[in-house]
C-alpha cells in the first residue's frame, strides 16, 4: 500500500478501490443520521473468524447524496515494525542515438469505454476520432465491443464498423490497442477468459486490412478490486497475477503482439502497517511484485490519480520509483491521469484485539461492529452515541442476545475527490500539472508519456473550458 499524505494525515487510498465489497447497503450522506453497514464473506478475507482481525481500514464514498460503506483492509495480526529500507531507483537521462530518440518519442493516450455506442453512432465516431486528433492524441486503448451476453460463448469483434473506426484513428495517426479486463479474471477458473480477448484480436487483425487493425493489447485487470485484497489472500492473489500476466504476454508474443496493462501507483511502496513491499513468488524467485511484472509486458500505465504534480503526495513522487524501476528494468511507462468524476471519500482506521463486552466509556470516536452468521459478516459503522443503542435494538429485532465484536476507530481522514480527479478542477489546472510532469521526466528514457482517463471524461473537461469563454 503506498503512504499518501493529504496536509498532516496520512492514508491509503487504492485506486477505483470502491466495488471491494460484495453487498453494500446505502444510506443518505450524513454518518450521524444513518448507520452505514455492509456484508463480507470471511473466506473471500481469508478468515476463519471474525476474533483473528486485529487492524482494518473502511472507506465511506459519498455520491450523490448517498453513501457506502466499503472494506477495504481486514488483517489478522498486527506485525512488528522491521527496520526496511525502501529503495527508490531514479530515472536518469540518458545519451541516445537519433533512432532511439525517435522510438522513445512522449506520447499522449486514452482510454475509451463506449466502443458499442461509437460503433453505433457515425457521426459521434467522426466528432470522436476528431476530437482525439485536434487534442495531439496518439494512442487509444479501445474496449472490446463483447456483449455481455456472449462472454461466456463464441463471439466475433470483426464488424464494418469497427474497421472503420480503427482505420478513422489510423488515417489520424492514432494506433489503436484493444482494451479488456476484469478483476475477477485473476481467480485460476477465469484465466481462459483473458486468454479469449488475445484469440479474438488475432483472429479479427487476420482478416482485417493493415490499417484496421489492433497494435497491441491492453489489459485492465486490478487485482486489488478483488474482494480481499486487503486480507490475507492478498500474497495468493498477486501471484496469480502474475502468472495470468506472463501467460497472456507469451501468448501475445507468439502472435506478434505486444502488451500493456494498469497498475495502482502504491504497488511498489512499502505496506503501512508492515513497511514490507508486496513480494510474491515467480519462477522461483522472490521478487516485489512489480519486479516481476515490468519485464512481462511493454508498458505499464500508472494510475497517479491526483491533482497535484509537486508535493509529497503529488503526481511527480508516486510514480518516481516506477519509472526508475522501469528504466532499470526495459519497461514503458505512461503517467495517468484521471478525469472522471469520483465520489468524495472518507477513511476510517481500527486496529488492536476486538471486544465483546460494550465499553464503560464510549468517548467520542466511531466504532466498528461487526456480526458474524456462518460464513458470512456484517460490519456497521457506528457513531460513538449510537453503540449501545445499536446493540439493544439488534436484540429486541431478534428476540435474543447478539453475538458482537467490535473495535473503537483510531482515525479517520476526509478524501475529496478534487485532490483525486480533474473533473470539477477544469482545464487549466490539468494541463499545468501535466505540463510539471512532462518537464520532470521528459528526458527519461522509461517515459512513455501521459494518458488520460478517460476520453469522454476528458473531453468534457476539455468543452467546459471551451464553453467558459
Same mark, same amino acid.
Given at each position: 500500500?503506498?503512504?499518501?499524505?493529504?496536509?498532516?494525515?496520512?492514508?491509503?487510498?487504492?485506486?477505483?478501490?470502491?466495488?471491494?465489497?460484495?453487498?453494500?447497503?446505502?444510506?443518505?450522506?450524513?454518518?450521524?443520521?444513518?448507520?452505514?453497514?455492509?456484508?463480507?464473506?470471511?473466506?473471500?478475507?481469508?478468515?476463519?473468524?471474525?476474533?483473528?482481525?486485529?487492524?482494518?481500514?473502511?472507506?465511506?464514498?459519498?455520491?450523490? *447524496?448517498?453513501?457506502?460503506?466499503?472494506?477495504?483492509?481486514?488483517?489478522?495480526?498486527?506485525?512488528?515494525?522491521?527496520?526496511?529500507?525502501?529503495?527508490?531507483?531514479?530515472?536518469?537521462?540518458?545519451?541516445?542515438?537519433?533512432?532511439?530518440? *525517435?522510438?522513445?518519442?512522449?506520447?499522449?493516450?486514452?482510454?475509451?469505454?463506449?466502443?458499442?455506442?461509437?460503433?453505433?453512432?457515425? @457521426?459521434?465516431?467522426?466528432?470522436?476520432?476528431?476530437?482525439?486528433?485536434?487534442?495531439?492524441?496518439?494512442?487509444?486503448?479501445?474496449?472490446?465491443?463483447?456483449?455481455?451476453?456472449?462472454?461466456? *460463448?463464441?463471439?466475433?469483434?470483426?464488424?464494418?464498423?469497427?474497421?472503420?473506426?480503427?482505420?478513422?484513428?489510423?488515417?489520424?495517426?492514432?494506433?489503436?490497442?484493444?482494451?479488456?479486463?476484469?478483476?475477477?479474471?485473476?481467480?485460476?477458473?477465469?484465466?481462459?477468459?483473458?486468454?479469449?480477448?488475445?484469440?479474438? #484480436?488475432?483472429?479479427?487483425?487476420?482478416?482485417?486490412?493493415?490499417?484496421?487493425?489492433?497494435?497491441?493489447?491492453?489489459?485492465?485487470?486490478?487485482?486489488?478490486?478483488?474482494?480481499?485484497?486487503?486480507?490475507?489472500?492478498?500474497?495468493?492473489?498477486?501471484?496469480?497475477?502474475?502468472?495470468?500476466?506472463?501467460?497472456? @504476454?507469451?501468448?501475445?508474443?507468439?502472435?506478434?503482439?505486444?502488451?500493456?496493462?494498469?497498475?495502482?501507483?502504491?504497488?511498489? +511502496?512499502?505496506?503501512?502497517?508492515?513497511?514490507?513491499?508486496?513480494?510474491?513468488?515467480?519462477?522461483?524467485?522472490?521478487?516485489?511484485?512489480?519486479?516481476?511484472?515490468?519485464?512481462?509486458?511493454?508498458?505499464?500505465?500508472?494510475?497517479?490519480?491526483?491533482?497535484?504534480?509537486?508535493?509529497?503526495?503529488?503526481?511527480?513522487?508516486?510514480?518516481?520509483?516506477?519509472?526508475?524501476?522501469?528504466?532499470?528494468?526495459?519497461?514503458?511507462?505512461?503517467?495517468?491521469?484521471?478525469? *472522471?468524476?469520483?465520489?468524495?471519500?472518507?477513511?476510517?482506521?481500527?486496529?488492536?484485539?476486538?471486544?465483546?463486552?460494550?465499553?464503560?466509556?464510549?468517548?467520542?470516536?466511531?466504532?466498528?461492529?461487526?456480526?458474524?452468521?456462518?460464513?458470512?459478516?456484517?460490519? #456497521?459503522?457506528?457513531?460513538?452515541?449510537?453503540?449501545?443503542?445499536?446493540?439493544?435494538?439488534?436484540?429486541?429485532?431478534?428476540?435474543?442476545?447478539?453475538?458482537?465484536?467490535?473495535?473503537?476507530?483510531?482515525?479517520?481522514?476526509?478524501?475529496?475527490?478534487?485532490?483525486?480527479?480533474?473533473?470539477?478542477?477544469?482545464?487549466?489546472?490539468?494541463?499545468?500539472?501535466?505540463?510539471?510532469?512532462?518537464?520532470?521526466?521528459?528526458?527519461?528514457? +522509461?517515459?512513455?508519456?501521459?494518458?488520460?482517463?478517460?476520453? +469522454?471524461?476528458?473531453?468534457?473537461?476539455?468543452?467546459?473550458?471551451?464553453?467558459?469563454?
Amino acid at each position: 500500500m503506498k503512504l499518501v499524505y493529504i496536509g498532516a494525515a496520512m492514508m491509503n487510498v487504492p485506486a477505483r478501490a470502491l466495488y471491494l465489497s460484495l453487498q453494500v447497503l446505502f444510506a443518505p450522506c450524513c454518518l450521524e443520521a444513518q448507520l452505514l453497514s455492509t456484508k463480507i464473506r470471511l473466506s473471500d478475507w481469508g478468515l476463519k473468524s471474525l476474533s483473528e482481525v486485529q487492524f482494518g481500514q473502511l472507506n465511506v464514498s459519498t455520491e450523490k *447524496g448517498r453513501s457506502r460503506l466499503i472494506v477495504q483492509s481486514l488483517k489478522t495480526e498486527i506485525p512488528v515494525r522491521r527496520n526496511y529500507v525502501f529503495r527508490v531507483d531514479t530515472c536518469t537521462s540518458q545519451e541516445n542515438n537519433e533512432e532511439e530518440e *525517435g522510438n522513445r518519442a512522449v506520447q499522449k493516450a486514452t482510454w475509451i469505454w463506449n466502443t458499442t455506442q461509437l460503433l453505433a453512432d457515425t @457521426s459521434e465516431r467522426a466528432r470522436m476520432v476528431e476530437f482525439l486528433a485536434a487534442e495531439g492524441f496518439d494512442r487509444v486503448f479501445l474496449q472490446l465491443p463483447i456483449p455481455k451476453e456472449t462472454r461466456g *460463448g463464441t463471439f466475433s469483434i470483426d464488424s464494418p464498423s469497427l474497421r472503420a473506426l480503427i482505420a478513422a484513428f489510423s488515417s489520424r495517426g492514432i494506433s489503436v490497442d484493444a482494451l479488456d479486463g476484469d478483476p475477477h479474471w485473476v481467480l485460476p477458473q477465469n484465466h481462459s477468459h483473458a486468454a479469449r480477448a488475445i484469440e479474438l #484480436v488475432k483472429r479479427y487483425n487476420g482478416n482485417a486490412r493493415c490499417a484496421e487493425r489492433f497494435s497491441g493489447l491492453h489489459f485492465d485487470i486490478e487485482p486489488h478490486l478483488v474482494p480481499g485484497f486487503g486480507g490475507t489472500r492478498r500474497p495468493w492473489i498477486l501471484e496469480q497475477f502474475l502468472l495470468l500476466i506472463k501467460n497472456l @504476454s507469451q501468448q501475445a508474443l507468439a502472435e506478434g503482439l505486444s502488451i500493456g496493462i494498469d497498475v495502482p501507483c502504491w504497488l511498489d +511502496a512499502p505496506d503501512e502497517f508492515t513497511g514490507e513491499i508486496d513480494s510474491v513468488t515467480l519462477d522461483g524467485l522472490r521478487r516485489p511484485v512489480l519486479e516481476h511484472l515490468l519485464p512481462l509486458v511493454r508498458e505499464v500505465c500508472v494510475m497517479s490519480y491526483r491533482t497535484n504534480a509537486t508535493g509529497q503526495n503529488g503526481i511527480l513522487e508516486i510514480v518516481r520509483g516506477e519509472m526508475g524501476l522501469a528504466q532499470r528494468l526495459g519497461c514503458k511507462v505512461f503517467v495517468s491521469v484521471e478525469t *472522471g468524476e469520483l465520489a468524495d471519500e472518507r477513511i476510517f482506521w481500527f486496529r488492536g484485539r476486538s471486544h465483546r463486552e460494550l465499553p464503560q466509556e464510549t468517548g467520542d470516536s466511531h466504532f466498528v461492529v461487526a456480526l458474524a452468521e456462518r460464513d458470512s459478516a456484517e460490519l #456497521v459503522l457506528v457513531p460513538p452515541w449510537e453503540l449501545g443503542r445499536h446493540i439493544h435494538a439488534l436484540e429486541r429485532q431478534r428476540g435474543e442476545k447478539v453475538d458482537f465484536v467490535w473495535w473503537r476507530v483510531g482515525h479517520s481522514v476526509d478524501i475529496p475527490s478534487k485532490h483525486q480527479t480533474f473533473a470539477p478542477l477544469g482545464s487549466s489546472i490539468l494541463s499545468e500539472s501535466v505540463d510539471r510532469v512532462l518537464q520532470e521526466f521528459g528526458e527519461c528514457s +522509461a517515459f512513455a508519456g501521459i494518458a488520460f482517463h478517460h476520453a +469522454a471524461s476528458y473531453q468534457a473537461v476539455v468543452r467546459g473550458r471551451l464553453q467558459q469563454r
